[in-house]
């Protein structure tokens, strides 16, 4: 079982840049996929961004294609959330979670049994 924190977000001007991280408790971190998600205010949650066990693949909404970069150290038990060219819309509660293997299979958010609290960001025009 794989136990995400996640950290990193905060206050940032458009066009600025931030570094989310997840910590992820469990010994067997590294049999797993992982995922970002976010949650904007009034809005459903929504993928991000996905890498497979080794961080030999990866995946990204359209919405963050070539500004969102998705790294994991297996040794650290850590997956990261690189964020370029921020903007308003980004604005939103960005939660990661285990996938149920080690490739990424795509299901809904409502699917995962439970979640992190998740870290802010917010992003200022």
């Known amino acids: 079982q794989v136990q995400p924190v996640e950290s990193g977000g905060g206050l940032v001007q458009a066009g600025g840049s931030l570094r989310l991280s997840c910590a992820a408790s469990?010994?067997?971190?590294?049999?797993?996929?992982m995922g970002w998600f976010r949650q904007a205010p009034g809005k459903e949650r929504e993928f991000v961004a996905a890498?497979?066990?080794?961080?030999?693949?990866?995946y990204y909404a359209d919405s963050v294609k070539g500004r969102f970069s998705i790294s994991r150290d297996n040794v650290k038990n850590m997956v990261y959330l690189q964020m370029n060219s921020l903007k308003p819309e980004d604005t939103a509660v960005y939660y990661c979670?285990?996938?149920?293997?080690?490739?990424?299979?795509?299901?809904?958010?409502?699917?995962?049994?439970?979640w992190g609290q998740g870290t802010q960001v917010t992003v200022s025009s």
């Open positions: 890498i497979n066990w080794s961080g030999s693949w990866t």
């Open positions: 469990g010994r067997t971190f590294n049999s797993y996929a």
């Open positions: 979670n285990a996938g149920s293997g080690r490739s990424w299979t795509p299901r809904p958010p409502s699917d995962f049994a439970s």
